[in-house]
């Protein structure tokens, strides 16, 4: 069986993906011309010339412009369900919409929001089709445009679970229903709009929640089961597919890491921080948004017990013996400490304000994973990072950086801010383009030649320096 890591690698092969090396930038613009492009905004070009001006390296003001609308340009693919909205926004080179990917690619919109109505139309489409979505199947991460159609993904053919129409991929990941939670909060709160928040979208808030609460698995193991033949163990869930044992304590049991891998012990803690943050998002959408008081209670009950089990089971403690969040635990007082550049991370908690900037414990942990401490924290000749399982040693991510440089520009750490901009700028490659990933000793080694979120995000960086400390923007590497 052919799993999406062996579909990438031998597309390398060919020259047609990762790891792929490319020539010297020209610092001519990589955007589709203007009628290939998939959606446009007034808005959006605006903020382009108006960052771009603050710019004084050219490399950077040519990447900036590259990124930033990158998701517009290339992955939206708008239409209309019963004469509202309907937005299927794809990853990139997966011609998929993931629920997780599509919540973070149009984050970096959200101030544009309030005086664009495109991008409004954009974000009702969005939320409106992740409620359609989780209404097909709330276990599902990945979907296809065509709801009545099966999945085109090789690698999930002949997956052994319920593979319903309009399912890309059948992986459970508790951030895929906690994205479109955060994502419908952070646009009401960008815009007052109330619109998306119809009965559509409370059937799938409801459903939501009662998959988490299927996962407490306080009653047996729930109705989930995945299993996959392939020869990456990270690609299927052992024990007949229901995935390594926990304790049921409160804590959400988790199938797959955001990075699609499958979890070595199932509570995974920076999924379950989010659910809590998520949930009382929710809670205060079905309070204000919408009223709905039986499902504002229902959502701030859960998350309730959950944080509480989160301080009595998700913490470890380092080689100082100074407690951190673990990454993921079983409720049999095992625990793994590592981070994966994938968010929800560790390092990206405060990012998704599922924890306070400045909670020393958050501080702690932050600090741990972007050390030796973290398997999975490389240096080499082109920049240090943290990387993934998913793609292997010594190979940086980009978006790990880039949430690195977020954390920093927080706290007023300029100095973080300017070496990850340097890091950044010199290990694209020659694309004006973010990856995936990169090899930490060559920047021109890279996956994924088209990955909307970690442009986006690159994007998004810029605006924040541009807003908070504009004099970094001329910072040459």
């Given at each position: 069986?052919?799993?999406?890591?062996?579909?990438?690698?031998?597309?390398?092969?060919?020259?047609?993906?990762?790891?792929?090396?490319?020539?010297?930038?020209?610092?001519?613009?990589?955007?589709?011309?203007l009628g290939d492009r998939r959606y446009t905004s007034r808005?959006?070009?605006?903020?382009?010339?108006?960052?771009?001006?603050?710019?004084?390296?050219?490399?950077?003001?040519?990447?900036?412009?590259?990124?930033?609308?990158?998701?517009?340009?290339?992955?939206?693919?708008?239409?209309?369900?019963?004469?509202?909205?309907?937005?299927?926004?794809?990853?990139?080179d997966i011609d998929c919409m993931w629920l997780r990917d599509?919540?973070?690619?149009?984050?970096?919109?959200?101030?544009?929001?309030?005086?664009?109505?495109?991008?409004?139309?954009?974000?009702?489409?969005?939320?409106?089709?992740?409620?359609?979505?989780?209404?097909?199947?709330?276990?599902?991460?990945?979907?296809?445009?065509?709801?009545?159609?099966?999945?085109?993904?090789?690698?999930?053919?002949?997956?052994?679970?319920?593979?319903?129409?309009?399912?890309?991929?059948?992986?459970?990941?508790?951030?895929?229903?906690?994205?479109?939670?955060?994502?419908?909060?952070?646009?009401?709160?960008?815009?007052?709009?109330?619109?998306?928040?119809?009965?559509?979208?409370?059937?799938?808030?409801?459903?939501?929640?009662?998959?988490?609460?299927?996962?407490?698995?306080?009653?047996?193991?729930?109705?989930?089961?995945?299993?996959?033949?392939?020869?990456?163990?990270?690609?299927?869930?052992?024990?007949?597919?229901?995935?390594?044992?926990?304790?049921?304590?409160?804590?959400?049991?988790?199938?797959?890491?955001?990075?699609?891998?499958?979890?070595?012990?199932?509570?995974?803690?920076?999924?379950?921080?989010?659910?809590?943050?998520?949930?009382?998002?929710?809670?205060?959408?079905?309070?204000?948004?919408?009223?709905?008081?039986?499902?504002?209670?229902?959502?701030?009950?859960?998350?309730?017990?959950?944080?509480?089990?989160?301080?009595?089971?998700?913490?470890?403690?380092?080689?100082?013996?100074?407690?951190?969040?673990?990454?993921?635990?079983?409720?049999?007082?095992?625990?793994?400490?590592?981070?994966?550049?994938?968010?929800?991370?560790?390092?990206?908690?405060?990012?998704?304000?599922?924890?306070?900037?400045?909670?020393?414990?958050?501080?702690?942990?932050?600090?741990?994973?972007?050390?030796?401490?973290?398997?999975?924290?490389?240096?080499?000749?082109?920049?240090?990072?943290?990387?993934?399982?998913?793609?292997?040693?010594?190979?940086?991510?980009?978006?790990?950086?880039?949430?690195?440089?977020?954390?920093?520009?927080?706290?007023?750490?300029?100095?973080?801010?300017?070496?990850?901009?340097?890091?950044?700028?010199?290990?694209?490659?020659?694309?004006?383009?973010?990856?995936?990933?990169?090899?930490?000793?060559?920047?021109?080694?890279?996956?994924?030649?088209?990955?909307?979120?970690?442009?986006?995000?690159?994007?998004?960086?810029?605006?924040?320096?541009?807003?908070?400390?504009?004099?970094?923007?001329?910072?040459?590497?």
């Open positions: 069986m052919i799993d999406r890591r062996m579909l990438l690698a031998g597309a390398a092969a060919l020259g047609l993906a990762g790891p792929l090396r490319a020539a010297a930038p020209s610092f001519v613009s990589k955007r589709p011309k808005a959006v070009e605006a903020e382009i010339a108006r960052v771009s001006a603050k710019i004084t390296d050219p490399e950077l003001a040519w990447m900036f412009g590259n990124c930033y609308p990158n998701t517009l340009d290339t992955t939206v693919f708008m239409g209309a369900v019963d004469g509202k909205p309907d937005a299927f926004v794809i990853t990139g599509s919540s973070a690619q149009v984050h970096p919109y959200l101030p544009l929001a309030k005086r664009d109505p495109a991008l409004r139309t954009l974000f009702r489409g969005l939320i409106a089709r992740q409620a359609r979505c989780i209404l097909i199947d709330p276990y599902a991460n990945a979907f296809m445009h065509d709801p009545s159609a099966k999945t085109n993904l090789s690698w999930s053919l002949t997956d052994d679970t319920v593979m319903k129409p309009g399912v890309g991929e059948r992986k459970w990941e508790i951030d895929s229903l906690c994205y479109p939670m955060w994502i419908a909060h952070a646009y009401w709160q960008a815009t007052g709009d109330t619109v998306p928040f119809d009965a559509l979208w409370a059937d799938g808030a409801r459903a939501s929640i009662r998959t988490f609460r299927e996962q407490q698995r306080k009653d047996g193991p729930g109705p989930y089961r995945f299993r996959r033949s392939s020869p990456i163990v990270g690609e299927s869930m052992p024990l007949d597919g229901y995935g390594p044992p926990s304790r049921a304590v409160g804590l959400i049991h988790c199938g797959f890491r955001p990075s699609d891998d499958a979890c070595v012990l199932p509570f995974l803690i920076p999924s379950n921080i989010f659910a809590v943050r998520a949930l009382r998002q929710l809670a205060e959408l079905a309070t204000r948004a919408r009223p709905d008081a039986a499902l504002a209670a229902d959502a701030s009950a859960l998350a309730d017990e959950v944080e509480a089990a989160l301080r009595l089971h998700g913490l470890t403690k380092g080689a100082d013996g100074q407690q951190v969040w673990a990454y993921e635990v079983d409720g049999y007082g095992n625990a793994i400490f590592m981070d994966d550049a994938n968010v929800p991370s560790l390092s990206g908690l405060a990012y998704l304000g599922a924890v306070k900037a400045g909670d020393p414990l958050w501080h702690r942990t932050a600090a741990r994973v972007w050390s030796k401490d973290n398997a999975y924290f490389f240096t080499g000749k082109a920049a240090e990072g943290i990387g993934s399982p998913h793609t292997g040693l010594r190979e940086i991510w980009p978006m790990s950086i880039v949430m690195h440089a977020l954390n920093a520009l927080e706290t007023g750490d300029d100095a973080t801010v300017a070496r990850s901009l340097a890091a950044l700028k010199t290990t694209h490659g020659g694309t004006g383009f973010m990856h995936e990933s990169f090899n930490q000793d060559d920047g021109a080694k890279f996956t994924r030649a088209w990955f909307a979120w970690a442009n986006g995000l690159f994007g998004e960086l810029i605006v924040d320096i541009a807003a908070k400390r504009p004099a970094l923007l001329g910072v040459r590497a």
